[in-house]
């Protein structure tokens, strides 16, 4: 792993059968144990031009073999939407790291969803120091300049009824992530050796203003969500997108693959809250994390989601993996954390591990089902908890609608967000 967190570059397939599964949310309460998985492993291999790529493995239950699943025929003409730049919020401050103005990509709602709106917010980890920053501004996750003029809209984006059957026909917008910070520093100053800004507090603001002036101000429905470093940002920015729409809106945000446990790594230091801790000085993000967490405790756990999103008052739903694999590969086995490479192959393929690695693993899943269990019996909580080996979902056709998505109760990922709030399922902790 670099300096700058970003993925591993390498996308995988997902293929992933008999996965646990567990869904938590807001008022009926049904028990689904969540089985303990350690077996059947399969690695595919895809491609994807998203900037934020994950490596992914399957995990089945003992004695059952993992099906690959066939790519539709529909996802053969994906919709593919262009880039638009805010130009305007360059005067403002609101810029990447490399001083371009922020861009997003936009397709407009009709029918029964043309006042409804869904912002996405792109993930791709984070910069802790000026020379990974000043890198990092050489690349889309920087700058506006090195950013696709047009991408793939599928999953949660899809405008396919058959593929995203809750939300094709509404205002889709994904937001490009260039600061580097989560979109919340805050730096007045360019730095001027590297010659990169820190604004991404202000990025947020200028681009969600630009959509207000689009239409967004009269929505009826708001649903703000994210992919890892963007799903941590929509926890972040979540009770701010809900004081920007109308009063009488329905508004819920939704972190996929976000919940970045605080945790210590295999050398038994706490790797990632001492790189998150440089993030938030570098960036001055500190001013900008929520106050009600912040009053309670140090800066640095407010971003982490299992402390502050006890002060969210937005409802919000979790969907994660307890084996997340960004998570396994850079928290819990950082390349710093092991010199020697032991946990190499385990990490990418977990085929590979031995027996003690495994029950490292299970731990971890344990660590993470404590933290989830902390938020049990919020009314304003709804969580899709999955034991397979991958990290985010909403955005991959196969794992968010598709016959081989995974199922709990005949209900796919799609159909158990805040959207939908007929089925409220909870999720057993014991292990």
Known sequence: MGRDMNSSGQRMKWGCTKCSLAVVGFV?????IVVTVVASVLVMRDS??????????????????????EVPEALLSPLMVNLTIVEAATSKGAVC???????????QGFGSGSNSWLIHLEGGGWCET?????????????????MERQIQFSGILSNQPSENPDFHNWNRVKVRYCDGASFSGDVEDENQEYKVFFRG?????????????????KVDQGFLSGCSAGGLASFLHCDNFRELLPQNAKVKCIGDGSFFLDEKDISGANFIKSFYNKVIILQ?????????CTSQMDPTR???????????????????SPYDSWQIQNILAPNVADPQGYWQNCKYNISSCNETQLTTLQDFRTDMLLALKAFEGSKLLGMYINSCFIHCQSEMQQTWFSQSSPRLNNKEISGTTPHECEVRLHLDLQV
């Open 130 to 146: 000026l020379a990974s920053c000043g890198d990092r501004k050489n690349s889309a996750l920087g700058s506006s300049m090195h």
């Open 97 to 107: 790291l490399d001083g371009t103005p922020p861009g997003y990509h936009f397709d």
């Open 48 to 69: 994807n031009h998203g900037d934020h790529s994950e490596n992914v493995l399957q995990i089945g239950g003992e004695g059952h073999k993992p099906l690959v699943a």
């Open 302 to 320: 407010c971003f982490f989601p299992q402390y502050f999103l006890g002060y969210v008052d937005t409802p919000f739903f979790i969907l994660n």
């Open 28 to 32: 009926t309460v049904v028990v689904i």
């Open 284 to 292: 001055e993000a500190y001013n900008h994390l929520p106050k009600s």
């Open 201 to 217: 507090q202000r990025v947020w603001k200028a681009v969600m203003e630009d959509l207000l002036a689009k239409g967004m101000d």
